[in-house]
């Protein structure tokens, strides 16, 4: 409103025309200037606006990165996890395959002879143990009794022709109906133990 007063009073001091065109067109031009600065600023952010909208963006950002990277270490870690697991699995698998190879490996076939079943006496499993007794190779037959026995049991080694190619020391044991025993035979150290086909149990009552 002061304003408005002004150039009222302005224009009342022109004389002519010529004057008053000459002053609006300088008032014109000024008023189009401060309009256009007006619309200038006013669509203008201010500096703490503009702070504060990088901020926003900035920690929106951080948000979606973090995001990512937390997507990606969890498929890592499933990832990770699965493979370690199945890792584990094989190795076990190939522990229990050795495992299982070495017990097979130290078992021999072995049977009774006639006089030896009809005392009773029957094996079917027997472990070798090679040089486990000092100088001496040894066998362990796992020998079960249908009734009681006391007497004289030795082993007799035969190769794939069944030809006889080592015996055991006689060894004294005694065993109580229905029972069973690993029985330990020693053999000469330079019986073939591994050239063996066919291991028989022989037993004679005392």
Not at 77 to 105: I, M, P, Y
Not at 154 to 178: I, Q
């Amino acid at each position: 409103m002061p304003r408005a007063v002004s150039l009222c009073r302005t224009f009342s001091r022109m004389r002519t025309p010529r004057e008053m065109n000459k002053h609006l067109k300088w008032t014109t031009r000024c008023a189009l200037s401060v309009l256009a600065l007006s619309l200038i600023v006013g669509g203008c952010k201010s500096r703490e606006e503009q702070l504060e909208a990088e901020r926003t963006q900035g920690a929106k950002l951080v948000e979606d990165q973090a995001a990512k990277a937390k997507g990606i270490g969890q498929a890592l870690q499933n990832d990770g996890q699965k493979a370690a697991e199945e890792v584990a699995a094989g190795v076990g698998k190939v522990f229990s395959g050795v495992t299982q190879g070495l017990d097979r490996a130290a078992e021999v076939h072995i049977v009774v002879d006639g006089g030896a079943e009809k005392l009773g006496l029957k094996s079917e499993r027997a472990v070798l143990e090679v040089g486990s007794s000092g100088s001496k190779n040894a066998l362990k037959a796992y020998v079960l009794a249908s009734q009681k026995f006391k007497g004289t049991l030795h082993v007799r080694g035969l190769d794939a022709h069944n030809r006889e190619v080592g015996r055991s020391a006689k060894v004294e044991y005694a065993l109580d109906a229905d029972d069973a025993q690993y029985l330990h035979f020693e053999f000469d150290a330079a019986t073939p133990m591994t050239r063996v086909a066919k291991w028989v149990l022989w037993a004679t009552a005392s």
